[in-house]
């Protein structure tokens, strides 16, 4: 300690000595030190300066400005109820387990708001999935007017499914040079999503709006405030999320989706592999890679990986930073990424899983936010952080890639980075709109239902006793996340906590089109009993309805598919209604419960200008069903019911009225059976804005301040 | 003798020498030692600086900076960034103080060097140039005299200035070389270089009595005897002016843009934060 001091006091002793030195015999040599210092003062000096010539800019047009913004602020403030509307939004937190947790004790900071304000289950969208409810929660219409239905629409010339969020295509023009195809231009992004978030109308009014992690908000829409886009942005190879698992180990089952496995191969002492990035956008065929090496040191139980100019140590079972990675195509064409390693195992095997390449967020290649410089600005503040869409990689959990250990540390490493992005904004709009959605409790729930259900298939193996209480610790972060909030409010803020929907049991697996083949509504081509993915062996010309994606049942009809053979009108009424009868009540054979406990005539729930790009009917499947995972790519198996042995095990795409979101408010709101999309309405309500007529929601009645 | 300024006067001219090669023009001399120097403060900047901090300082500047425009239309928002700015850019400048700690000695001993080379122009043959001697005692100035070389003679008579205890003299070189002048008074002789070349040569503008940081950072030569009449000589060598691109450069202000063009180029393809 002494020693230490000393050392540190002679440090301190020589730099004085040397600046005295420095600063006392000035002359002309000693004024420059060096590109190091010259860096230093000219990076400082052109900080301030950049500072001092925007405050210069800012005062002079600040009454300009002032100006401007009263006019137009003077409609929203003007007869506003409140300051500032905060909404947090936790996708999927389910209102019976709030309430049962409430009554426990865990969450004391929502009990609180339960006591002083509102707690409602909020009823949902048909179906219950999260692009369609959240697209209602910021459009304040039903899907038959945002167009959003499920996260997969089909193409209706070839029976193939598309994200139904956004479309990606290639620039239209290149210039050819040889082998090479250049790019003329960037790579053009089409939302698919209609309808005008309420953020947009609150915009015009001048009330200023931070909206983080919405889903369905990619590509990212102009307006007068800042947005990071959601669930739905895609990774760099321009899917929902590939991860690589690489490995020595020869062979292995190809995964069943969200993955690839990349084999790893001696080098010398080491190992080397690569990670797969986007396609070659010259056109030279094939996916762009960025190779990285391994050195392993087994009796540490830790390896260095180099990639690029980037070497950091890993130990067995940890993930890295935040690492940069370029896939470099050539003719200065490079698309920057960055991923996540997690060293899996070192001996007798290497294992290295590496999340989905997210697009690099303080150097987007495509726009994720709001301005684009929003995205920047948070990487700046932060650091790196997940910017695709479901960035909690719940393919390799469910693919055994990952563990529970690991895919937990790897949600709430995210999240931790959104309650930044998150707090961040909330001190960045004083007055306004702060809204952030956290989807953890969405994926959390998702993979660990079957530690909370009794008797849940994938978790038969584990004694009662031994089920780590994941989800009850998930519940007591958010009300911890919410007691911070509440710490940074005051009466003239409206907060509210949402869900877009609840959350039930996954157990069982129904593969509907298994169903549909079986009672002869869907044919196989002569000599097939079950289909490969997406339709593979169907007969469209004998098939009359077919599903796709999580809960839409469509009718092969004639003059809308391009092999229908249902007749409209009489015709695919009658079927529909057949259809309808005999699914309705549906029983599993081997549990007896109730598989399908609603089918919704879609004619009936949708109203709208998009309401022919919806499914015919929804299916609602019963408390502990779902679609099985092959029924949903589009495949005829030979069972209908099966268990569900996966890690995926809660589900929330069922029979909607089962599965209500949740609703807690800072103030009383006197409404029985409020809906997600009445949210929309209700804030522009409280800023005193007039609701366009398309509007299907209703504005709540709120109280004035809390508590009255 | 003192060793140490032995080395300095001795051992360094010594390597500079050998590093300025008679061709060389101070042009190139100056891009060259710039680049290299570059390139070398950059690496020490990377191993002497905490990278990951000054990565996060930077970072954490710019993100202010992007506030104060993202936000603009919240007043303390932004006058809350503006103060982060100041307090980051604080932080910024502690970071980088350690490596300039350590880049500034041998980058000042670096210049002090060159500039005995590049500061100053040698006097040209048939060019006028003064001697100016300082002596401590006034009634030592009416007793001053000049003893030359034959390559070098007065072209005037010697002024003596009793308010500066100082006398001039103009002298004219005749032909190149290295000469010594010899200043005598109070039966004491005191002795300076002068330097007459066209073209680069190390040249020291003054020789002054034992005070080491002083002929360190301005002088090239030997003291004078510390107890002895005469307290300074000077020679009034012409200060040198490099033309380079279109412009008229201090070799100084040339190294400055020069070395901190090449910095920023190496610390890009080496990926060094400064």
């Avoid at chain 1, 469910?398 to 904004?425: S, T």
């Avoid at chain 2, 500066?164 to 002298?171: A, C, H, K, P, T």
């Amino acid at each position: 300690m002494i020693f230490s001091r000393k050392n540190r006091l002679d440090r301190i002793a020589v730099a004085l000595l040397i600046l005295g030195l420095v600063f006392l015999l000035p002359l002309r040599a000693e004024a420059y030190a060096g590109p190091g210092a010259g860096f230093a003062v000219l990076s400082s000096f052109w900080t301030i300066f950049v500072a001092f010539l925007y405050s210069f800019y800012a005062l002079v047009t600040w009454p300009i400005r002032q100006l401007l913004r009263s006019f137009r602020r003077r409609k929203a403030y003007g007869k506003a109820q409140v300051r500032r509307v905060v909404i947090v939004g936790f996708d999927g937190m389910d209102p019976e387990l709030a309430a049962r947790f409430m009554d426990e004790g865990r969450l004391p900071n929502l009990a609180k708001l339960r006591e002083r304000g509102t707690f409602r289950p909020l009823r949902t969208t048909f179906p219950a999935i999260s692009p369609v409810a959240w697209s209602t929660f910021q459009t304040g219409v039903n899907p038959g007017k945002h167009n959003i239905y499920d996260f997969l629409a089909r193409d209706l010339r070839n029976y193939l499914p598309f994200l139904s969020s956004a479309q990606i295509s290639e620039p239209k023009r290149h210039l050819k040079i040889g082998k090479y195809s250049i790019p003329l231009g960037k790579p053009e992004i089409k939302g698919l999503r209609r309808g005008t978030p309420f953020w947009h109308w609150l915009g015009k009014a001048g009330v200023f709006c931070s909206v983080i992690r919405v889903p369905v908000t990619f590509p990212p829409e102009k307006f007068p405030g800042v947005l990071l886009s959601g669930m739905c942005v895609p990774d760099l190879k321009g899917s929902q999320g590939t991860f690589c698992f690489c490995t020595t180990r020869a062979g292995g089952e190809k995964f069943r989706e969200g993955g690839i496995r990349i084999p790893v191969e001696r080098n010398g002492a080491g190992f080397h592999s690569y990670i797969p990035g986007p396609d070659n956008p010259l056109g030279t065929g094939g996916e762009l890679r960025a190779a990285f090496k391994i050195r392993p040191d087994r009796s540490l139980k830790q390896a260095r990986v180099e990639i690029d100019s980037e070497t950091f140590t890993l130990k067995v079972g940890e993930y890295s930073e935040w690492i940069p990675v370029k896939f470099k195509a050539g003719m200065g064409f490079t698309a920057h990424g960055i991923c996540r390693f997690y060293l899996k195992e070192l001996s007798p095997e290497v294992e290295i899983y590496v999340t989905p390449v997210n697009i690099d967020p303080g150097r987007p290649d495509l726009p994720i936010s709001h301005p684009v410089t929003y995205s920047i600005y948070l990487a700046k503040l932060f650091g790196p952080y997940a910017t695709l869409g479901l960035a909690e990689d719940t393919w390799a959990l469910n693919e055994e890639v990952l563990d529970d250990q690991a895919f937990l540390a790897q949600c709430y490493g995210n999240h931790e980075d959104r309650e930044r992005m998150f707090f961040d904004a909330l001190e960045k709009t004083p007055q306004g709109l702060c809204a952030c959605v956290f989807d953890t409790t969405d994926r959390v729930q998702h993979m660990f239902w079957r530690y909370l259900d009794d008797d849940h298939p994938a978790a038969r193996d584990v004694p009662r006793g031994q089920r780590p209480p994941v989800i009850q610790d998930l519940y007591a972060r958010m009300d911890a996340l919410i007691g911070r909030v509440l710490k940074q409010i005051d009466d003239q803020t409206l907060f509210l906590v949402i869900s877009d929907h609840g959350f039930k049991s996954f157990a069982r697996c129904m593969n509907l089109n298994a169903w549909l083949h079986q009672n002869g509504y869907l044919v196989l081509k002569d000599g097939k009993s079950e289909s490969g993915d997406w339709f593979e062996d169907v007969d469209w010309s004998r098939t009359r309805a077919y599903t796709m994606g999580l809960n839409g049942l469509y009718l092969n009809l004639k003059g809308r598919e391009r092999e229908g053979i249902v007749e409209a009108g009489t015709g695919s009424e009658a079927l529909k209604e057949e259809l309808r009868s005999k699914l309705n009540g549906l029983i599993d054979p081997a549990s007896g419960s109730v598989a399908i406990t609603g089918m919704f005539d879609c004619e009936g729930i949708y109203a709208g200008p998009y309401v022919d790009n919806a499914p015919d009917l929804i299916v609602g499947y019963g408390a502990g069903f779902r679609a099985s995972w092959d029924s949903v790519m589009g495949q005829v198996t030979g069972k209908i019911f099966e268990d569900n042995v996966k890690a995926w095990s809660g589900d929330h795409c069922i029979d909607p009225r089962l599965v209500p979101g949740v609703l807690f408010c800072n103030r009383k709101i006197a409404t029985e059976k409020p809906a997600i999309v009445d949210v929309a309405p209700t804030v522009l309500k409280m800023f005193g804005l007039d609701l366009p007529s398309y509007f299907d929601g209703k504005p709540w009645p709120v109280a004035v301040a809390e508590g009255k | 003798m003192n060793p140490r300024p032995q080395l300095a006067t001795t051992a360094v001219p010594r390597f500079f020498a050998v590093a300025t090669a008679p061709s060389a023009t101070p042009l190139l001399l100056v891009l060259a030692v710039s680049v290299v120097v570059g390139l070398l403060m950059v690496l020490v900047f990377r191993y002497a600086s905490d990278q990951k901090a000054i990565g996060r300082a930077k970072d954490r500047l710019k993100a202010n900076l992007l506030a104060v425009r993202l936000f603009q239309d919240q007043l303390p928002v932004v006058t809350r960034a503006y103060a982060r700015i100041l307090r980051g850019t604080g932080t910024y400048l502690r970071l980088s103080f350690t490596p300039f700690l350590i880049a500034i000695l041998p980058v000042t001993f670096l210049i002090i060097q060159l500039d005995r080379y590049l500061g100053w122009m040698p006097i040209s043959p048939q060019q006028n140039f003064l001697v100016e001697a300082h002596v401590a005692d006034p009634e030592a100035l009416s007793q001053v005299t000049l003893q030359l070389p034959p390559q070098l003679s007065a072209s005037a008579p010697a002024v003596h200035i009793p308010h500066d205890q100082e006398v001039v003299w103009r002298l004219v070189a005749q032909s190149p070389g290295h000469y010594n002048v010899n200043i005598a008074t109070a039966g004491q002789t005191a002795m300076k270089q002068v330097v007459v070349s066209p073209g680069l040569a190390r040249v020291s503008p003054v020789r002054l009595q034992d005070n080491f940081w002083e002929r360190m950072l301005i002088s090239g030569e030997p003291p004078l005897a510390g107890n002895g009449p005469v307290q300074s000589i000077a020679v009034t060598y012409e200060p040198r002016i490099i033309r380079f691109a279109w412009l008229e450069w201090n070799w100084i202000v040339l190294f400055f843009v020069v070395s901190l063009i090449a910095g920023f180029f190496f610390k890009t393809i080496l990926g060094i934060q400064v």
